[in-house]
DNA sequence: TTTTGACTTTTAAATTAAAAAGGTCAAATA
DNA sequence: TATTTGACCTTTTTAATTTAAAAGTCAAAA
């Protein structure tokens, strides 16, 4: 592949995303896109074989820079709710931005083992990893007591997931105001979740 | 109203209830609960204006019998945790039970002003004021750091609600297994959130 | 007071037709 | 050879129509 051809595909998932983000993918068409680009829209077809692989690609796109800056945010100085707060942070910032591409995930749950809810998947689990990372800080700088980090992050990332999923399971637009006020629960949450890990040490029920 | 009616509108709340545990509102006919109740679809009239006032009727004693129940449990000795994890065990023994109640919930949202959301919204306010109530004991008793209620309550009560509604939103019938498990992440996070009111005090922003 | 038969209205489910979007390929262009 | 398009086909959505079933009414009988 030509680096020329490369720049055309990125510049046909800006403009694509220009659309996902304000219409969501099933009310965007390839053939708009083609429009939006000045193309033909069986053009699109020779950069991308389907409608799946290119909203994959766009979706691939938001996620790898949104799990770069969380990363950024994560190697910030702070104690574990720092940067607990701080990811939440992050989270707001990319769910105002990119919240359709959110809420259109379920619209999508039909295709099972698409290679879409792959690149989610995988991006979940890798902030899943970077939480249970900061735990297992936390835990040897004393910050908290030690105990089997899984146990001690899973209850605090089941909620903050429950509590996200509120917003995707809501079919109206939310509002700027509910989602501030969402994720200052989050942080709330967390503050009193992480203090209490600072003196609790969860039963070992094997 | 004699006796007789209020006898037999609880026979046919019974009857009716029998079907909506296992079908749901939304597969059970007016016309098949009066065939199970040996009288006439008409007949079923007499007793009740129409299917909204059964069905809410039927809900309202599943939910005050639930709420007897819970408030039982608070009473029983112990500190907040014990009440919060006894709380969940109720609703974990009512869910088991009246899931599909819990499920349809999403259906009957169109209707808005429904009688049977105000009886669910009801239920789930006095819910709240249980929680609170226990809260307050517990900064009175020294348990937890002493606080407002409201603020030291309300992350925790969203994330549980939130984490109920996973399961209210995934249309496909839970199976205990993993019905439980949700349960148990929720008596994980009361146990370490409880912990963490013991010496957090929430900053006072307003 | 309670029950039902005969009826109307409303709502949900199935069917179909039309339109729109997705997708293919061989030929043209550069 | 890499890129682009015209002509064409297939699949999916949407809208319109019908049909069946459930909800609800009412006068009259038990």
Do not use: W
């Not at 592949?1 to 694509?16: C, F, G, Q, R, S």
């Not at 304000?22 to 053009?43: P, V």
């Not at 990363?71 to 709710?81: H, M, P, R, V, Y």
């Amino acid at each position: 592949m030509k680096p020329d051809t490369v720049i055309k595909e990125e510049l046909i998932i800006e403009t694509a995303l220009r659309r996902f983000v304000h219409f969501g993918f099933g009310k965007t068409t390839f053939s708009e896109i083609a429009k939006d680009l000045g193309i033909s829209q069986q053009n699109l077809y020779y950069y991308f074989p389907d409608k799946k692989s290119l909203v994959s690609k766009a979706v691939a796109n938001v996620m790898s820079c949104f799990l770069e800056v969380m990363q950024a945010k994560i190697n910030s100085t702070g104690d574990l709710a720092d940067k607990l707060v701080g990811m939440i942070e992050v989270k707001e910032s990319f769910f105002e931005k990119y919240f359709m591409l959110a809420v259109e995930r379920p619209y999508e749950v039909q295709y099972e083992r698409d290679e879409l809810l792959e690149i989610l998947r995988k991006a979940e689990n890798r902030q899943t990893e970077l939480v249970l990372a900061e735990f297992e800080r936390a835990m040897k700088k004393g910050e908290i007591k030690k105990q089997d980090p899984v146990k001690a992050a899973t209850p605090l990332l089941k909620a903050l997931t429950a509590m996200q999923g509120d917003y995707r399971n809501m079919h109206v637009v939310p509002d700027h105001k509910s989602i501030h006020a969402l994720f200052d629960t989050q942080k709330a949450l967390i503050a009193i979740y992480v203090s209490g890990l600072k003196n609790f040490q969860a039963p070992c029920n094997n």
